[in-house]
């Protein structure tokens, strides 16, 4: 399996796609960096095209994407949300399943404590990949657990019907 995670935002979207099988492997990972001074119309329209253009080069059989949890600044989670909203779109304009993951589970399904922070997300995608060194930046990296995450967690969510 073919995943692609992320993790939104309308300044940096992190992305992370692995290959499960036979183990889990970094494919390729960075961010979709837009430009502060734009207007938000054309900052999503170049998130679209770059979510649209990794779709196409790695065919995966899913897209999971982190959900917005909680946000102090209520400008932060509506941008959050618009960036989410275009990823949601360009999978389904894709044909491609979407999965969504609270932040917690992500965490749990990769560190095993639902509260870990960031350096111990870094950690554990490294060894989990095979990496020789930490995933840069952070969003990268966030992106990667999710991927990670959903590969783990899918499995069950079919037996169940979740």
Known sequence: MIAIGFDPGTARLGYG???SEP????????????????????????????????????????????????????????TVGQARGVILLAAAQRGVAVAEYAPSEVKQAVVGYGKADKRQIQEMVRIMLGLDDLPRPDDAADALAVAICHVQVSPFRARVGV
């Open 23 to 78: 183990d889990p492997r970094a494919i390729d990972y960075g961010v979709i960096v837009t430009d502060s001074d734009e207007p938000m119309a054309s900052r999503l329209l170049v998130i679209h095209d770059a979510v649209t253009e990794l779709i196409e080069r790695h065919q995966p059989s899913a897209v999971a994407v982190e959900l917005l949890f909680f946000a102090r600044n209520v400008t932060t989670a509506m």
């Open 17 to 19: 796609v692995i290959e």
